[in-house]
């Protein structure tokens, strides 16, 4: 094998994890950070005692050996983590639904709140389904595949004995389960649980995407230090292995120059033959010029508009620990607040008796631009998702001792990991954007590869991880 230098254009899950793969295998790896910590979408602050999860607060992909526990396990990197279980407790109009993983106790759940559904039946099919998309995941070395040689690559036996999920990538989750969401108050739970793992909802989500999206609450882990120490691992593991992460260095310009690529920076210009960008694919358009950038404008166009989200972070003082750490309270029609809790032994996040909570919601970025909304109007929005937050804590969870931190906004999300509009947790899937049409690591550019969440099969970190997985087998 010839050793090659990589420069890996941010250091979130998606650079992160493919600059530890490269290393491993020899090769040199710089990564470029514009902010001054790790993470991206995956990172924390840090408020006197304590610490808050600014985006991703779950992660999943263990159970079964799932691509989470492989890449770690192949990386030697430990992490303690708690399995959480229920890996989501839903707060809706009849009560509380516990998504737990005993799936007597999950039936029964909805036998009580839906009676004469077929639910036995359809969760069964879910989880048999699931099972197999996993490993056909696993199975991929190069997807979408672009050429004669890379199809050849995928039809090995094991994706032939999965042929049959194949008419899941073209029926919708909905159509899938087969009337099973006639109740609508069953679509809303199910939508809205399919909005936090693929951005889309039962109708518009085809059904090899929702059948992973319908089982993530299964294997949800909490990692001790929150999400942020996740991050901090990968990058401190990287620069200890010899890795180098140049922080606070921000990409401003991709040229081609012969057969490199020239990266501009503000204080610099670096030549570069083998560049990963772990940046949105929208990102690329105002960063290159010519062929690059006309290129990068199609991608992006075909990839449509994400979510913005709004977030709020906060400290709570329960009279008794929270021990489910994962609530959805739906509280307005057809949207809902994520409440994740730090765990209450996990004092790298909080005293003792205290507990941090972030909380997130989808919402379409037209409904707050930065660009067309005056301050005043902007500071409104965010005491009213501050006062939706508290309304939820009191009514809904019974907690009265909380302290609000801070509100964030598709701006903030905007201004610290740089994502165009602050759209974030990857492109919605939707049923007229087919999975081989979802941007692929390869670009018509030689030597210059994507990672990340706008990138197959890319949504949630665990999505991330396996993309960087199926392009390091590329270009290993
Ligand atoms: C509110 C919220 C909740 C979420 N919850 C979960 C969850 O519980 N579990 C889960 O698995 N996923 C969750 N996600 C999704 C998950 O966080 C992301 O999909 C994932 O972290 C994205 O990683 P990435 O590497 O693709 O991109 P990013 O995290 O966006 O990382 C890209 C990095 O590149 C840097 N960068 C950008 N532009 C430049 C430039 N020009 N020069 C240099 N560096 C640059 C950024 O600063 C950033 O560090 C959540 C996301 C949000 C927003």
Redesign the pocket.
Known sequence: MSFKEFHI???????LSLALMLQKSGHKVTI????SI?????SWYQRGPYRFDV??????GMINNGPLQQFLDEQEIKLEMRHVDPGLVVHFNRGQLKRVSDNKLWIEQLDHFFPNAHHQQTWNHILEDAEKCWSILNDVKNFPPRNIHDLLQQLDFSLFEKVKLLPLLVKSFESYTNKYLSDPELKRIIDQLLLISTQSTSDDVAALVGILGAHYPLDTWYPLGGIGTFSETLASTFTQRGGDIKYS???IGIEQSGKDYLLHFKDQKISAENVVV??PVW?LVSLCQGKMKSSFEKTSQRAGEAWG?M?CYGVVKPNEPIEALYHQVHDQKDSSLFFSFSDKNDHIRSPFGEQVFSV?THIKIQNMSNKKMDKESYLNEKKIFQERVEQALKTKMGIDHFKIDSVGTPQT?ERF???HNGW???IPHRMSLPLWDYPAAQTPFKNFWRV??TVFPGQ???G?ISGAKILYQMIR
């Open positions: 254009i941010g250091a979130g899950a998606g650079g470029y950070e514009a902010h790790p993470g991206g979408c995956a985006g991703a607060t779950t992660l999943s260095k921000k990409l772990n940046i990102n989200a977030t997130s999300f990991t740089k994502r974030v947790g990857g990340g969440d949630g970190i665990v991330v």
